[in-house]
């Protein structure tokens, strides 16, 4: 009998130590159990990394790998990503991969139905389960019926990433829920720091994409998220997906599906980061936040898209239309601040 495919989980950590419990108790409670668990110690704290030393010793599947200090800087918040996650995929030895981050945690089946997606199917590369998005404290966000990630068990994968770029309901974030053939992974550059669009855009369209509606990636939003966190302090990404579309020649890579979808996804792209930092810009000037403002619109400036930033706008402002409220609590906030002040 064929031994089953090796499984590896890749998983990295700071200072959350029991949402890492979590992520790593439903990771080792697989039902898939020809699992490589890599574990890696992002300079973490005491607590946290008591319990990566734990799982270890109670776990043979699990692998720990260490840095001293944190990988993460404000001058490259992302560096962390590609020294992390590239360390884990150098000592992997699984025959698939997947990255998933301490703060989520995965439905007790999610490993066994990824790999019967890739055995499913001799052309399928990349496959993915649900994400289920769900508040700081586990609860599921929304119960309503869904209305994305509608697609079918095996697809083209570039048909998923073009119907994503075009509006489209097949799939809806994270692109990091991908899991990779191994291989592939390595054979197209190994893990990027622009870990969704990379994975969606970069990796996804070159074979076939399973995907399994009863494997759960339970997705946790919140605040302490690092994108949420970098896009409050005005963090602008033009540049950096600039960037990525070059170093990786993702323009060369779509053309072998023609020269003009290749030129949309690299069009769209760029527009829908240009939207997303004009809707991001637009909160902050709501909410009365000049400075921040003034951070983003300097890194527009060296990124040579102000024009098409200011074009936006009034679509910015529209998809902002609910945080309006925002304008007369600043103003009254204003008056009450200057007749305090008079009155002192």
Not at 84 to 110: E, M, R
Not at 174 to 197: A, W
Request: charged share 25%; hydrophobic share 40%; net charge neutral.
């Amino acid at each position: 009998m064929d031994q089953k495919p090796l499984f590896t989980v890749i998983l990295d950590t700071y200072y959350r130590p029991k949402l890492l419990k979590q992520a790593v108790d439903a990771i080792r409670r697989q039902t898939y159990d020809n699992l490589e668990i890599i574990l890696i110690n992002n300079g973490a704290t005491p607590e946290t990394i008591e319990h990566l030393y734990f799982a270890a010793k109670d776990d043979e599947r699990v692998k720990l790998i260490h840095f001293e200090e944190n990988q993460y800087h404000p001058t490259d918040p992302l560096r962390m990503l590609d020294v992390c996650l590239n360390a884990g995929l150098n000592k992997a030895k699984g025959d698939y991969i997947f990255y998933q981050s301490d703060d989520d945690w995965i439905s007790d089946n999610y490993v066994e139905k990824m790999v019967g997606l890739f055995l499913g199917h001799p052309e399928c590369t990349t496959a993915a389960g649900l994400p289920v998005a769900v508040d700081e404290n586990g609860t599921v966000i929304s119960t309503a019926e869904r209305t994305t990630n509608l697609r079918s068990r095996y697809m083209l994968g570039h048909e998923v990433a073009l119907d994503k770029l075009r509006g489209g309901h097949m799939f809806s974030a994270p692109g990091s829920i991908f899991s990779i053939k191994t291989e592939v992974l390595r054979q197209s550059g190994g893990f990027h720091r622009n870990l969704d669009k990379s994975h969606l855009y970069g990796i996804v369209p070159f074979g076939v994409t399973g995907f399994d509606e009863t494997a759960v990636l339970h997705w946790r939003r919140h605040g302490a998220q690092l994108n949420v966190q970098l896009a409050e302090s005005g963090k602008v990404w033009i540049k950096d997906l600039e960037n990525w579309l070059s170093e990786w020649d993702i323009e060369g890579r779509w053309q072998i599906f023609g020269f003009t979808i290749a030129h949309e996804v690299i069009n769209k792209l760029l527009q829908m980061q240009i939207r997303s930092t004009a809707i991001w810009f637009v909160l902050h000037l709501l909410q009365g936040r000049p400075k921040v403002c003034a951070i983003m619109l300097r890194q527009i400036g060296k990124s040579g898209h102000m024009y098409k930033f200011i074009t936006k706008i009034p679509e910015a402002f529209w998809a902002r239309r609910h945080d309006l409220w925002f304008l007369p609590k600043l103003f009254l906030k204003r008056v009450f601040g200057v007749l305090f002040a008079v009155i002192l």
